[in-house]
């Protein structure tokens, strides 16, 4: 059974970093892509950035581009998300999943089928 579960969230103010951690387990994620998302209540579930677990290769939102990066380590099963420069319009809950339907674009949570139970990133302006 897959299970991610994220870490990192928290309190901070604008311009401050975080790191969002996503240790997976339950089945081997080679060959798969990992991604985060954030919502705000009320909003729909936004892509942030996602990675081929394999490659390497990485992929961001506009609002993100420069300010996060996303990588894995792939001893530890765990995928994360450096938080740079944040700003307050970051303010959300984050998820990471697995993209498991080919068919449905990496950008959207349409095409993942294992999340995790979000982790609250709050920046103060």
């Known amino acids: 059974q897959v299970q991610l579960v994220e870490s990192g969230g928290g309190l901070v103010q604008a311009g401050d970093s975080l790191r969002l951690s996503c240790a997976a387990s339950g089945r081997t994620f080679l060959g798969y892509f990992m991604g985060w998302f954030r919502q705000a209540p009320g909003k729909e579930r936004e892509f942030v950035a996602v990675?081929?677990?394999?490659?390497?290769?990485?992929y961001y939102a506009d609002s993100v581009k420069g300010r996060f990066t996303i990588s894995r380590d792939n001893a530890k099963n765990t995928v994360y998300l450096q938080m740079n420069s944040l700003k307050p319009e970051d303010t959300d809950v984050y998820y990471c999943?697995?993209?498991?339907?080919?068919?449905?674009?990496?950008?959207?949570?349409?095409?993942?089928?294992?999340w995790g139970q979000g982790t609250q990133v709050t920046v103060s302006s």
């Open positions: 999943a697995v993209h498991t339907r080919a068919m449905i674009a990496t950008t959207r949570p349409e095409g993942y089928d294992y």
């Open positions: 990675i081929n677990w394999s490659a390497g290769s990485t």
